[in-house]
């Protein structure tokens, strides 16, 4: 069974610059029926697509967030990560990580990581 | 535009049908798939390709979809079933996501 689990500070200060691991375990991030993605969500509110990098390494970002987005990969570590500068407490969220099986049309995010809360305060 | 648009809130009898919506216009170019979340835990995916069922979901949960709308219905609500549900889809290139607002379900 795939697992995801996030990892990174709980906490981040006023325009310093948030990063997130996602670990993947139970299968392998090497495969190009799969792509990987950010979500979050702040407290009380929807779910917000970050991004997503493919097989082919090449990333897609939500353009509201983009200037200040990076997403990677280490497929030797079964890691993909996020970083986000400057953040402001309207970054707060709880963030997640997941798979996009694109081995149809549909795309759905089929396996989740449980989320963790990043506050940004001083 | 690559806005989806689901109703704040809706609400249900136990053991009723109840429909819930999501309308934009990257659904006249692609799927529409739904997540259910309950408070404290990640979003599950209940509806994948506008109507099919990953194995695992109750049958209780139905998918349709025409045009820029997009439903997903659930029949004879449980208790269990009260929560948040968001729809997603593509967009632009196909590379994007994006999310509705999402629907809280109350099950009375």
């Known amino acids: 069974q795939l697992q995801l689990q996030e990892s990174g500070p709980g906490l981040v200060k006023p325009s310093e610059t948030l990063s997130l691991t996602c670990t993947v375990s139970?299968?392998?991030?090497?495969?190009?029926?799969?792509?990987w993605a950010w979500i979050r969500q702040p407290p009380g509110k929807g779910l917000e697509w970050i991004g997503s990098?493919?097989?082919?390494?090449?990333?897609y970002y939500n353009p509201s967030l983009k200037s200040r987005v990076t997403i990677s990969e280490d497929t030797s570590k079964n890691q993909f990560s996020l970083r986000l500068s400057s953040v402001t407490a309207a970054d707060t969220a709880v963030y997640y990580c997941?798979?996009?099986?694109?081995?149809?049309?549909?795309?759905?995010?089929?396996?989740w990581g449980q989320g963790t809360l990043v506050t940004v305060s001083s | 535009s690559s806005e989806l648009t689901q109703d704040p809130a809706v609400s249900v009898a136990l053991g009723q049908t109840v429909r819930i919506t999501c309308q934009g216009d990257?659904?006249?170019?692609?799927?529409a798939t739904w997540y259910q979340q309950k408070p404290g835990q990640a979003p599950v995916l209940v509806i994948y390709?506008?109507?099919n069922r990953p194995s695992g979901i109750s049958g209780r949960f139905s998918g349709s979809g025409s045009g820029d709308t997009a439903s997903l219905t659930i029949t004879g609500a449980q208790a269990e079933d009260e929560a948040d549900y968001y729809c997603?889809?593509?967009?632009?290139?196909?590379?994007?996501?994006?999310f509705g607002g999402g629907t809280k379900l109350t099950v009375l």
């Open positions: 990257s659904l006249r170019s692609y799927y």
């Open positions: 997603n889809s593509r967009v632009s290139s196909g590379n994007h996501l994006v």
């Open positions: 139970g299968g392998s991030m090497s495969s190009r029926d799969n792509y």
């Open positions: 990098i493919l097989y082919s390494g090449n990333t």
């Open positions: 997941a798979r996009v099986d694109s081995s149809g049309y549909y795309h759905p995010l089929d396996y």
């Open positions: 390709g506008t109507k």
